[in-house]
């Protein structure tokens, strides 16, 4: 396909498009055409680095290796496994999580926790959590969480949540807990969804009163977003029954960078001061970048409630190291890899995150740890990039749960691999004809279809 054609079709895309929905924006079509035409020569590329290890070393004893964790997946690039340990004092502590599929549609069957007993070296089983049903779409209709009664080596009942859609999209969910005593389920509390515009802008919260038997207010969570759909603010509040009136509890405010409208500026945290009626400040993240996208630093400071300012020195400042010969797209990172700020550091293969801890007494930054990443190399059979497979797309698009791969039944080996808005790798699965977008922010996507036969790339909408 010649770039005039590529720009034909993502306007005529965007002009079918905007007839559905008005939200979407003529600057994501036409950024999303200039980010196809720079990326169209990386589908030749068959390495592929895979975070397997993240090891924390503590700077103030010698670099001793004080926790690691390690990652494992299955044939399909599913996350399996996630361990974590910590060594401190002698003593070692550990939690292990793992994921079960169906072997068939691989949506999840069962997500299992472990803790790690230290005398006897093993792990014991503490927690795990069921996904017992889902409707013909691929959406999870029900979650059970039970814990172990080591005592009596029975799985006992904790918890239950159902969950309701609206042509896939939720829009609430009820709890319910286990009563031993009658050995049934009992309401515990139920979410309600309000979107706007496709986004989630509130999540309303009801527990069960079991005295009036009927749900009463308990909380509610705010979500406002740029023109970008980027969240810029998150405020949680709760009900006051002595008051019956809605009290502010804290709130996140984000920015963005003016020029990409994508990297994160700054995250801060605050809280309500209920004697006072007024916002402190609680910590602020501020981010920098350098000339090749990466976040160079990641500085935290403190509210000085005293002076009512932040303060002027960092309480600690996370600097990444790079190889930036290697990009987001090569790059396959751990889809339960939570830190907030992590996410952000990986436009290149990230390889050390240093970090160092304000000194008062001296007034530096001190070293305080490393976060070492260890990559294993995966190699992709080589494709022909300049064949394009055009039986092969995507369906439904716009989706809200799950899409579709069609046209793949004379491939021999494929992938599919999803990019953020920034280029940046989401996820990849390997010969699947099904992939659950659910988790996915509403907004465009790349994807590409990978294969020894040729490639296939396109948009993907997210409702």
Avoid: C
């Avoid at 990444?320 to 550091?345: A, C, H, K």
């Avoid at 970090?355 to 930054?365: A, E, G, R, V």
């Amino acid at each position: 396909m010649s770039s005039l054609q590529i720009l034909i079709y993502f306007y005529l895309k965007l002009f079918i498009y905007k007839q559905k929905n008005e939200i979407m924006k003529t600057r994501t079509f036409i950024y999303l055409a200039i980010l196809m035409l720079s990326t169209m020569q990386i589908v030749a590329q068959t390495n592929y680095f895979r975070l397997d290890t993240v090891l924390r070393k503590d700077l103030t004893n010698s670099g001793a290796i004080v926790g690691r964790q390690s990652f494992d997946y299955n044939t399909s690039g599913l996350q399996t496994q996630k361990i974590s340990y910590s060594y401190a004092g002698g003593n070692t502590y550990g939690s292990k999580k793992e994921w079960i599929y169906d072997s068939s549609t691989e949506y999840i069957n069962e997500v299992d926790y472990f803790n790690y007993d230290s005398g006897n070296s093993t792990w014991t089983m503490g927690f795990k959590e069921e996904y017992t049903q889902y409707d013909a779409d691929g959406n999870l209709l029900e979650k059970i969480s039970s814990y172990y009664d080591s005592n009596n080596s029975v799985w006992v009942f904790s918890q239950k949540i159902q969950y309701f859609y609206t042509t896939s999209i939720i829009d609430s969910l009820k709890r319910f807990y286990f009563d031993a005593t009658s050995s049934s389920w009992k309401n515990q509390s139920k979410d309600l969804y309000t979107y706007t515009s496709g986004v989630l802008t509130l999540k309303y919260t009801k527990q069960w009163d079991a005295v009036n038997n009927q749900y009463i207010e308990s909380s509610k969570e705010h979500y406002t977003y740029n023109a970008n759909n980027l969240l810029t603010e998150y405020r949680y509040e709760y009900y006051d029954t002595n008051t019956s009136s809605w009290i502010d509890a804290s709130k996140t405010i984000r920015t963005y960078d003016a020029t990409s409208s994508q990297n994160l500026l700054t995250k801060e945290e605050y809280y309500w001061d209920i004697n006072i009626n007024v916002w402190k400040g609680n910590s602020k993240d501020v981010f920098t970048y350098d000339s090749n996208g990466n976040v160079d630093s990641v500085e935290t400071f403190m509210f000085d409630n005293g002076n009512n300012t932040w303060n002027s020195f960092a309480s600690n400042i996370n600097t990444g190291i790079y190889d930036n010969q290697i990009d987001r797209n090569s790059l396959i990172i751990p889809e339960d890899y939570t830190y907030y700020f992590y996410d952000n550091f990986f436009n290149h293969k990230l390889d050390t995150l240093h970090t160092t801890t304000y000194n008062s007494s001296t007034n530096t930054q001190d070293p305080y740890q490393d976060l070492e990443f260890i990559y294993s190399q995966i190699t992709i059979v080589g494709v022909s990039e300049d064949i394009e497979l055009n039986e092969v797309g995507i369906y439904p698009n716009p989706v809200n749960s799950f899409v579709n791969i069609k046209g793949t039944e004379n491939l021999s080996d494929y992938k599919i691999i999803i990019y953020d808005m920034q280029g940046r790798q989401i996820f990849h699965r390997s010969n699947q004809s099904k992939i659950n977008v659910q988790l996915l922010s509403s907004g465009s996507y790349m994807y590409k279809i990978i294969a020894e036969e040729g490639v296939k790339t396109g948009v993907l909408l997210k409702n």
